[in-house]
């Protein structure tokens, strides 16, 4: 059985090979791993798994690490900081790779396995017709001489494997118990391909070794190559009492009860970004998927999230995304913020959607503008919607909007309204209030959504708005009543 019964200072690894933009489930672990380092007082590595270069670029390496960054995922070794057991990149360690490769070779641990691609298919597929569990049947174990020549005057190159011995593997999982993988069903696995390239199963093995890694917190999805991973920490002549300890997190599903993914819904933390998700309120969520602080809280800030964080609380059931709880948290993530915060982090929405440019003048109408619209959005993003009226220099309502004015009854509601608004010298919130009550609901008889509906589409060019006295005394006296002019034209 391999346990971690030893008390050496937590390590912890975040060791994605980003393909694209790093996505949900990719967080979730980073998340959990960095709190167990912070909870613990160990430390938290961040590697990159490159060797595949065709797939990750130095684009998507920057993304990672930009990524975590704007999270607030700090890391104590890894790229742009360092450590003693760099480099990080897996590209830059090819030739440790090799120099296990090769001692695992001479010491017998693993062979070279000629079988052509086609061979192998075409021996699965006998697998399948005799029910026999599909995988390498050892063929290359012991080669003939004459097999050998014949192999090499073929040009065949060779990869290496992994000899499995037979029996079993058992390890306890912090999360899921004792588990145990039968050796028939986990055949000789390749380390090294044709060409010299590493595989993952050997270059995560020596990295956690090699990293002095504690534990392994990492998905669900891995859970099936832990025996892979133990035979080459045994082939590194590790003690049993030297293993990593493995914690296998939940899979995040859909709203369709599915494995998340593209598929059903799952994007990119970036587009969580691009849309005005705060980076606090999207780790708060992801530390609510399959992990619970206790009394049903929901809102837990980062620094709590590092006090509470334990893999006992970790459960082994899957956890569901719900696009509109992290909305909520969001809302309620913003509307903790102080109205400078929250400017600045809003002005960059407002200058990407063309809004304003970022003046000086600009930004003082902003932050006026702000504390009326933050008990309103769930979004960084819905800033501009709520706020571009104010800075239209050429005024136009939507036109899904015109039919809210055009009817008898609104256009006679505008005329009421120009004509009490005209004589109101106090271009007060309160006072617009007042006297727009008493004109429209008081002595039109009016209900308010009719009352107003049509002020607030002459003002801000929508149905949906900041609060319509406070807009109107933000936007100001001449352009409100040049607007509902406009409207009634």
């Known amino acids: ?10 390590r912890v690894r975040f060791a994605p090979s980003p393909t694209g933009d790093l996505h949900v489930g990719n967080i979730r672990t980073a998340l959990f791993d960095w709190a167990y380092a912070r909870h613990t007082g160990g430390q938290f590595i961040f590697r990159i798994e490159d060797t595949d270069r065709e797939r990750v670029t130095d684009e998507y390496i920057q993304a990672a690490i930009d990524t975590l960054k704007w999270l607030g995922l700090s890391w104590d070794e890894g790229p742009e900081v360092g450590g003693p057991y760099g480099p990080y990149l897996q590209s830059q360690r090819l030739d440790i790779y090799a120099e296990w490769a090769g001692k695992f070779l001479a010491n017998g641990d693993a062979y070279h396995c000629y079988c052509s691609s086609e061979e192998l298919e075409a021996r699965r597929e006998e697998q399948k017709k005799a029910n026999v569990a599909p995988g390498y049947d050892g063929k290359c174990r012991t080669i003939s001489e004459s097999d050998l020549a014949r192999y090499k005057s073929e040009g065949r190159k060779p990869v290496l494997r992994m000899r499995m011995p037979d029996g079993s593997t058992t390890f306890t999982d912090s999360i899921r118990g004792e588990v145990t993988f039968d050796h028939n069903f986990v055949p000789d696995f390749v380390l090294v ?4 390239s ?15 890694v504690t534990h392994v917190l990492r998905g669900e999805d891995l859970l099936s190559s832990t025996p892979r991973q133990i035979r080459v920490y045994q082939a590194m002549g590790v003690a049993p009492s030297d293993y990593p300890t493995f914690a296998h997190l939940p899979f995040v599903m859909g709203q369709d ?6 598929r059903n819904g799952e994007v990119s933390i970036a587009w969580y970004r691009d849309r005005g998700f705060l980076p606090e309120a999207i780790c708060n969520y992801l530390a609510l998927l399959g992990w619970s602080p206790g009394e049903d809280r929901e809102n837990v800030t980062m620094q709590e999230l590092t006090e509470l964080f334990t893999v006992e609380r970790v459960h082994s059931s899957p956890a569901r995304f719900d696009m509109k709880k992290l909305e909520a948290i969001n809302g309620d993530k913003i509307r903790l913020l102080t109205i400078d915060d929250l400017l600045s982090r809003s002005v960059p929405f407002l200058i990407k959607d063309g809004v304003i440019s970022g003046t000086p003048e600009e930004l003082t109408i902003v932050k006026t503008a702000l504390p009326i619209i933050q008990e309103r959005i769930a979004t960084l993003a819905e800033v501009t919607p709520m706020l571009k009226f104010l800075f239209a220099k050429n005024f136009v309502i939507d036109s899904e909007e015109l039919p809210k004015i055009a009817d008898a009854q609104s256009q006679a509601v505008l005329a009421k309204a120009s004509e009490v608004l005209q004589g109101l010298s106090d271009w007060s919130h309160s006072s617009i209030e007042e006297i727009l009550r008493a004109a429209l609901i008081e002595e039109m008889a009016l209900k308010p959504r009719i009352a107003f509906g049509a002020v607030r589409v002459a003002i801000t060019g929508s149905h949906i708005s900041p609060p319509l006295f406070e807009s109107m005394e933000l936007l100001g006296r001449d352009r409100a009543l040049a607007r509902i002019a406009a409207a009634i034209n």
Not at 1 to 10: C, E, I, R
Not at 199 to 211: G, N, P, Q, R, S
């Open 257 to 262: 009860n599915a494995k998340l993914s593209k």
């Open 198 to 212: 590493p595989l993952y199963t050997l270059a995560v093995a020596v990295d956690d070794v090699m990293m002095k």
């Open 1 to 10: 059985m391999a346990t971690n019964t030893s008390d050496k200072p937590v």
């Open 193 to 196: 391909r044709g060409d010299g």
